[in-house]
């Protein structure tokens, strides 16, 4: 999976947020791409490991891009909610992803900075029409209050794992379902909450 957004939107903070539940208000750009990972758990009480690329967002790192999302088989968007250029540059990245990933690609769209709603100036409504004109997820976030980035990345892990019950009994592994690894082998955990880290 990849993480795409330009400028300073707060790609980089949400991952962080979701991986290590930290913020740091002076997070400084991602100038080359960072590999994290989280382990979750799925409504079926499948242990699961999303593997998140984060690219750097820069303008002058876009041409890089494509070495991160040819073989992705998800990607999150985030777009600043007080930058209407970024929601702009968000749209960009989708026709750029699904011509190179293509069209199967499983996509999130995160309004992020939800926590500065007085200064916005891409409004939520507009958000959520592109979102699903383009088949995506769409959340309201905030890495510094934490709001909706669990929900944003488990949507895409969900998605990912109903792709994969649709595969028919043994089809061969596609090598675009790296980025959600159940952990089949182990016993099914007993009780737990959606979401706790394994």
């Keep these: 999976m990849v993480l795409l957004g330009e400028g300073r939107v707060g790609k980089t903070s949400l991952l962080v947020r979701f991986v290590s539940?930290?913020?740091?208000?002076?997070q400084a750009p991602t100038v080359r791409a960072t590999y994290l990972s989280k382990t979750l758990r799925l409504e079926n009480d499948a242990r699961a490991t999303l593997n998140v690329w984060d690219t750097a967002g820069q303008e002058r790192f876009h041409a890089l891009g494509p070495i991160y999302y040819r073989d992705a088989d998800a990607a999150v968007l985030v777009y600043d909610i007080t930058d209407a250029d970024s929601f702009a540059r968000a749209k960009a990245w989708v026709k750029e992803l699904r011509r190179i990933a293509g069209a199967e690609i499983s996509l999130a769209?995160?309004?992020?900075?939800?926590?500065?709603?007085?200064?916005?100036?891409?409004?939520?409504?507009?958000?959520?029409?592109?979102?699903?004109s383009i088949g995506a997820s769409f959340h309201s976030t905030s890495a510094k209050?934490?709001?909706?980035?669990?929900?944003?990345f488990l949507s895409v892990a969900r998605a990912l794992d109903a792709k994969r019950d649709k595969l028919p009994a043994g089809a061969p592994k596609n090598e675009r379902q790296r980025s959600l690894k159940i952990a089949e082998e182990e016993t099914k955990p007993s009780g737990g909450i959606l979401g706790d880290c394994c």
């Design 21 to 26: 539940n930290a913020f740091d208000e002076s």
């Design 109 to 132: 769209v995160c309004a992020n900075k939800s926590d500065l709603e007085k200064s916005r100036k891409v409004s939520a409504e507009d958000g959520e029409a592109y979102a699903k």
């Design 145 to 152: 209050t934490d709001k909706g980035v669990e929900q944003a």
